[in-house]
Structure formats: structure tokens, C-alpha cells
């Protein structure tokens, strides 16, 4: 965790844009009240295949408009260059200059008719493209992409983006802080050493929880699951024992030196409030 130390401790906040008027409004809530904490960042979710390509364009203006720094996500999968390359010079031309480069997923059965296979390609081409105009972030997974085969070749994959030119990467949730140390270890070993951020995603709910981290390829540890079972629909505990476990974690994660926490607010102030509030910093 060495390497980790010498970057600042930032909090960047995640949400989707939103799709009804009453979505857009009391997300203007919870983003005044989020803004207050001083953020690195706001980020926005961006649909796979582009199907959000506008409602996040129009989240991320709203967010720059307040004077906040905006950080786009952007997904490559079934998209051409023409695209990619279309929507990179909008947000250069609107003065965002942080962006989330992903691969993204295709729902199940679509093939892709797209000219990126992987995000490093994306990386690269954002690269060739803009030069240094962009702070580029990217995902990385302490607890191994669901669709790779092992640990090994996920990191080597990981590397291939921070070769490509990536600033800065951000962890899809755990709740295993010794998985994140030994990435962060391994990026030492390898020479990589941009910030890694942890992902924190607050427990508010069990069911989704657990069919989110099937299909992400997040562990629930097995105490955290029993106990989280144990509650059934008593959603006060459920919140309150996701409150401790989830507070617990990002204590450890800073005080070993994680450059900050990076919360999937799912557009909710509260529980990310929470947590904020219970570190002792
Ligand atoms: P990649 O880095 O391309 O990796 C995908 C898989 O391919 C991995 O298994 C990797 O090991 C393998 N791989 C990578 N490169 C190569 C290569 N060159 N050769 C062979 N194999 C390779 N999804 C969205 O649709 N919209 C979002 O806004 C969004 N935001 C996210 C934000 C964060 C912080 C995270 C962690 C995830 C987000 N996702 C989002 C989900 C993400 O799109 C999925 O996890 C997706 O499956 C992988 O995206 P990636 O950019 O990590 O892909």
C-alpha cells in the first residue's frame, strides 16, 4: 500500500442519470447536499451500447453548470470511433475534462456490432484522440472481472489500461478489504502506480444486493450474507448492521492509505451521508 500513500484521500460520488422529472428533481437534492462534502468528483453512469448517450450528457452539464468537476462514464461496447470520437469532442468543447472509460456490458444475446472489443483499446484511442485533454479513470477489480478465467490474466488486462494511459482507477465494490490491499499490492510489484480507489457501495437492501453482486462478481462474505439473511424484511437492521460493516471497511481502507473512496450512491444521499459521518477523520 505504499505507493497508494503519497496520493490525496478524495471522496468521488456515482449516479445514474435520471430518466422522469421527479428522478431529475430530487437528484438536484441529493447532489446540494453530497456537493457540500467538497467532492473530487461527480459521476455519471453511461448505458450500455449508448442508450442513456443523452440523459448522461445532460446530467453531466447540470453538474459542471454548479461548478462541480463532472466526470462522464463512457462505454465502448457496439460503439464506432465515429461515436466515441463525436462524443469525446462534445465534452471537450463543454470543459469536461475528467472521463470513465469502461467497456461496458451488452444485455445477453445482443451481439456487438462495435469497433472496441476491450476499454484499453477505448484508453488508447481517447489517447490518439485528445491527448492529454482528459483525466482518464478506469475500473479495476480486486476480486477478479466475473468474465475472466483468473486472477493473473484480469491483472495483466487491468495493466494494459494504465499502459494505455489511464490516470487513475476506480474498484468495483468489495467488502473483502484484503482483496483491494493485495490488488494494490500487485500494482506496486508491477510498477503501476496511479490511485486506486476503492468502490463503496452502501448496504441498503439485501435482495438486489446479492443479484448485483452475482452478476459483478462481488463476494458478500458468508457472515455478512447470514446475518443480512438472518434480518428478512426488517429493513432497519439491514441498514443499520450495513451502516457498521460498511463505515468498519472504509475506515480500514483509509487509514492504510486507500487515495480516497469512490461511492455508488444509486442517487440516495443518506446512506453515503451515513457512513461519511461515522468516520473518524
Ligand atoms: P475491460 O477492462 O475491457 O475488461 C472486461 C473483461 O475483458 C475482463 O474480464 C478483462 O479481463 C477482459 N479483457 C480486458 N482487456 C482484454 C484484452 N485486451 N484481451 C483479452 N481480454 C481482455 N458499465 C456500464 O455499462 N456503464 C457504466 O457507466 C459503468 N460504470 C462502471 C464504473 C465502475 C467504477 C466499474 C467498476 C464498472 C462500471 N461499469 C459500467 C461496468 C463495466 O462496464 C463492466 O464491469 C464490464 O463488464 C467491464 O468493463 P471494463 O471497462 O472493466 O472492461
Redesign the pocket.
Known sequence: MQSQKKHPQLYSF?FYPPKTPEGAASLQIVQDKLAALNPEFFSV????GGSTRDLTFDAVIDIQSKGITAAP?L?CVASTKDNIRAILENYRAHGINNI??????LPSGMMSAGEF?????LVGFIRQETDDHFQIH????PEV????ANGV??FK??K??VDAGANAA???YFYNAEAYFYFVDACEKSGIDIPIVP?IMPITQYSQLFRFSEM?GADIPRWMRKRLESYGDDRESIQAFGLEVVSTLCQRLLEAGAPGL?FYTMNQAAPTLAILANLQR
Open positions: 456515482e453512469t453511461f448505458g450500455a462514464h462505454s470513465v472509460a469502461l467497456r461496458g456490458d472489443r476491450y476499454a484499453n483499446e478506469v475500473a479495476a477489480y472481472h466475473p468474465q475472466c490474466e484480469d488486462n487491468f494494459r489500461k476506480i474498484t468495483q468502490g459483478c469512490h
